[in-house]
């Protein structure tokens, strides 16, 4: 008996020794298109390495964003500059309140926002957070609270992408990475926004449907309410803009109204700001940097409006 325990000793820690080295040479040998199961998209897209590289130096500002691709193309830290508000943009994309919640447990202390505005569009409630916690992972030096979201999600494309981060991490392999600030129509701007080529999209009909919620999004969405209010940034939640036809094909967007007006305050601008598919969008989801500018603005004013907690400073800018 004794010897057979000591053989399974040995051959367990033998997996555990050849599991990484084979997934590490796998993940650097083999394309990705024949590694289903290991996806390692660093610079891919949405400029998240450029975005968690600059986000090292940031701390002290009014407004920190946080959502997905909606939130990082949506909020353009030079409309709010100009308004004498200074911000950053931790979007990514497709980021599920999985991967809010992590990023605001790495970055939260030391940014110290006196706001949050979390962007909290529906699909991110509506997915399993497996392919965004995949651009964290190889976008950013990982830590334990990597490891918590591998366990969370509990899927094995995210357990072999953490293990190849990690040892890419420990060798400093990305060390010498660089990403361009211009890639095909998308430019990265200081402070974590993107900035698309100016296009407009062609308008086309949308079948009717219903937003299928998550149960462990809700929930991990409640701890990042929590850790907010915990660390004492003023949070309010926004449902960014999509196209009015895909917004009205949705039949139960005001349950996920309901939702989040339970949580903090909370503005649907699909409800509060009229725009036009073929004017102010590049696609079905976001908005053209005509509509940006249309939307930040009416944000800005719905801040001053409702008193944020920079409202003395930004009253004084309007003045001058």
Avoid at 27 to 50: A, D, E, F, T, V
Avoid at 221 to 245: D, M, Q, R, W, Y
Avoid at 292 to 298: Q, R, Y
Wanted: contains cysteine; neutral net charge.
């Amino acid at each position: 008996m004794k010897k057979f325990i000591t053989s399974i000793a040995a051959f367990l820690a033998l997996i555990i020794v050849f599991y990484p080295v084979t997934l590490f040479v796998w993940g650097i040998c083999i394309s990705s298109g024949l590694r289903p199961n290991l996806n390692y998209p660093i610079g891919i897209s949405g400029h998240q390495y450029s975005r968690l590289k600059e986000v090292k130096n940031i701390h002290s500002v009014d407004i920190l964003f946080v959502g997905p691709s909606l939130a990082y193309r949506g909020f353009d830290p030079r409309i709010f500059e100009a308004n004498g508000i200074t911000s950053f943009n931790l979007g990514s994309s497709n980021q599920t309140p999985v991967q809010t919640k992590v990023l605001l447990k790495r970055y939260l202390r030391q940014i110290n926002p006196k706001l949050i505005i979390y962007e909290v569009e529906p699909e991110t409630f509506s997915v399993d957070g497996v392919e965004s916690s995949l651009d964290i992972m190889a976008n950013d030096k990982n830590d334990l609270n990597s490891i918590r979201m591998a366990v969370e999600l509990n899927h094995i494309k995210v357990y072999n992408t953490l293990i190849y981060s990690l040892i890419r991490d420990a060798l400093s392999l990305n060390s010498s990475f660089n990403e361009p600030m211009i890639k095909g129509e998308d430019k990265y701007v200081a402070g974590g926004f993107v900035e698309k080529e100016i296009r407009f999209y062609k308008k086309v009909s949308c079948p009717s449907k219903t937003w299928d919620f998550n149960e462990n999004q809700l929930i991990a969405f409640k701890e990042v309410v929590n850790l907010i209010k915990h660390h004492g940034s003023e949070l309010i939640l926004v449902n960014a803009p999509i196209t009015p036809s895909l917004y009205r094909s949705y039949m139960n967007s005001s349950i996920f109204d309901h939702l989040m007006s339970d949580n903090s305050k909370y503005y649907n601008f699909n409800e509060i700001l009229p725009l036009n598919d073929s004017l102010h969008f590049y696609d079905a989801f976001h908005l053209n940097q005509n509509g940006v500018k249309l939307f930040d603005s009416k944000l800005i004013e719905l801040l001053k409006e409702n008193q944020a907690l920079f409202i003395e400073r930004l009253t004084t800018v309007e003045q001058h």
